[in-house]
């Protein structure tokens, strides 16, 4: 994984963890209001997943 999309996913990742706490949302709140897992939120907050552009459109 090159540095750059390293960089990217942690800001990602950071940010919307900043906006959920900023939202007093749970992960799994954000989830089910994102319609995706639990798993999903968590993925991406910790850097081990990018979602498609289309999983969070709701």
């Given at each position: 994984m090159?540095?750059?999309r390293q960089e990217r996913m942690?800001?990602?990742g950071e940010r919307l963890r900043?906006?959920?706490a900023k939202a007093?949302?749970?992960g799994a709140a954000?989830?089910?209001g994102a319609r995706v897992g639990q798993p999903a939120v968590s993925k991406?907050?910790?850097r081990r997943m990018?979602?498609?552009p289309?999983?969070?459109n709701t």
């Open positions: 090159g540095s750059e942690k800001v990602l900043a906006l959920r007093d949302l749970s954000l989830a089910q991406v907050e910790s990018v979602p498609a289309m999983c969070w």
